[in-house]
Structures are given as C-alpha cells and as structure tokens.
C-alpha cells in the first residue's frame, strides 16, 4: 500500500511540471486570440488597431488581423486599403498592388490606395526611364575621350527616340488587346498614363478605337467605372463625347 502510494505522488510529480508547462505555451495564444476577437467586434476598432501595427512596423500582425477583419466586412474599401498597405510594406508587393485595386474599385476616393497606386505608376514609370541613362552612364565610364562621349550621347538620343515610339506601340497594341478581352481596367489604367504624360495625340487614337467597339454610352461607363483619378476622368470624358461628335458629323 505504501508502494503504489509512493508511485501514485511520483507520478503526480512528473504530470504536474509538464501540464503546467502546457498550459503556459499554450496561454499567450489564446490569450492573441482573444485580443484580436476584441478588435473584429466592428470595423473601426479593426482598422484602428491595424493601423497602429502597421504604423508600428508589425506587419505580420496587421497582415492577419486585416485579412479576418476583411472577412467579417468584406464591403470596408478602407480595411482593404490597410490591407494592402502591410502586405506591401511587408515586401509583398503585387498582391499589395491588387488589395489597393480592390479597394478602388468599391470606392474610387480611397486616398491610401490612391497614394499607393500613384506611387507605384510613378516607380514603373522611374524605371522605364532608367534604361537609357544607365547605358549613357555606362558609355562615360568606360570612355573618357570626347569623341565616344558624343557618340554616346547620339545612340542614347536614338535610343530613347526608339524607345518611346516602341512603348508607343507597346501601349496602343496593349489597350487594344485589353478592349477586345473586356479588361477594362487595364485599358484604362493606360489612358489615365497617357494622360498624365499629356501625349494628347494617343488619347485620342485609343479614345476612337474605343469608340469603335463599344457605343458612346457604353463608353462612358467604362470610363466613368475604371478610372480612379476624378479629373483625368471628366477630361477622358470630355474628349470622348468630342471625338463621337465629330464623327456623327462626318458621317
């Protein structure tokens, strides 16, 4: 009897150290957990909170939190906007990219995708333009006679006149491409470029073949649903009722 009552308080302490080691594992999860439940008991605790662990440099955290928050209000353009914000500060750049558009296209005026989407146009746009003054870079570096840097200059000039009519025609065959398929979006997103550049004389060309697939008031839909930028899309607009104008005239 005093044998198995010996075994029975070795036993107990074995079991005890090893439950409570248990439960102190297993406590500051759910311990998170209950705080994060408390902050999806309504949106703007939600975005409140992630913001702070964005501003914070948690993005683990906010990424998690946001994406269950996006869950329980799916139709908060501003959790998908804050969304998008830690995913993309967190290195996640493209799936940061398509959280902004989301949130756009439920509410055109969201001001931290826009910030973010003007940003990465912007940073597209840098590195398209880098091209060329890298090589010219490179040509002064390796020569430093006058002569190859004049030579240098001139193919860069050509370069970059090349280069533009190329992305010229990249843009037009893409805008194309993207009306026949439906991807509006995309076609769009290449005319508010082309707008910002003020190269007129394409906004026109695309405007037309726009024109030439869909109606006037299909158009405008179009235009009035995928473009984000309120003034680039009331001069679209503008310009789009003139062309249509003018080829009722011709006809």
Known sequence: MQKEY???NLCWLVLV?????TVLQFAPLADAEMKSEKFLKSEKRCGVKGQNLIDAGDYEQAIGLLARGIDKFPSSDWLLGLYGEALYLHGHLEEGEKQFR????????NPLAKKY?????????????????????IAKDKGAD???LVLGVWIGTLLTLFSQKFMSWIKKANFEKAIRQGKYGSATDILETLVSEAKNS??????KKLLSQVS?????????????DQEVEQKLLFVLRKINKQQRKAS
């Open 216 to 228: 006037l008031e299909e158009a405008e839909v179009i235009l009035t649903d995928f473009v984000y």
């Open 117 to 137: 989407i003007e940003e990465i146009r912007k940073t597209q746009d840098l590195l398209e333009d880098r091209d060329v003054a890298e090589w010219i870079g």
């Open 17 to 21: 150290p090893v439950l409570f080691l």
């Open 202 to 207: 394409e906004v026109r060309a695309n405007l």
């Open 102 to 109: 989301k949130a756009l296209s439920m509410n055109k005026n």
């Open 6 to 8: 010996r075994n029975f």
């Open 146 to 148: 006058l002569l190859l």
